[in-house]
């Protein structure tokens, strides 16, 4: 293979597979939240073990979870990443407090949005195992979960159910894998390069 084919599948590589990012998002709201257990909780790092990634623990301390008031175990959550990314899957933490598994979220929708009032439903009727606490030691492993590459910079849980309990629903941590997006310059930047390249390979014969 010459330098010139070298190139030209490098920047296919680059534009077409690279890498998924977890992505933190930047702010949370809930349909409701007691008062010690903000939806903040879900996206700062409270209780996960260093260093930060989907393999991180999340411990069972207070005030590391983010728990409804009572609803009777259903409820909303919307996360913004702060821009809009090309999302493909969520990382969740389930609650993990003793012997509460039953509050933990099990079913649930993720909705995907760029301005908060258009939607997509990009999965349906996900669940959410409850938590394995008593096996795992009191700390918990995430969960992860795969959809198709959609646009959003606003993700929503839709809460359908917990574990069991008729009084609340709670989950510990909430994360994103997903890729930039370029900037329509540098979109257009990607096109001409890959174009130039292509075409000095092909139609010049620097095969
Ligand atoms: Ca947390």
Known sequence: MNINKLLFVLYLIGAH??????????G??????????????LINNSGLSLPISEASLHSNEDNTYWASSYSGGTGWLVLDL????AVDGAILWQYNRPNLGNLGVSDFDIL???DMNNWTTVMSDAYLPRSQTDTFGGVQESDAFNFTSTPARYLKLDIKDNHGSNALVALSEV????????????AILILLTGGLIYFK???LGGR
């Open 82 to 85: 702060g821009s809009t990314w």
């Open 201 to 203: 390979t092909r139609i």
């Open 175 to 186: 994360k994103f894998t997903g890729t930039a997006i370029p900037e329509p310059s540098s």
């Open 28 to 41: 949370a709201t809930a349909s409701s939240s007691a008062s010690d257990t903000p939806p903040v909780n």
């Open 112 to 114: 995907a949005s760029t």
């Open 17 to 26: 597979v690279c890498c998924g990012e977890l992505l933190t998002p930047v």
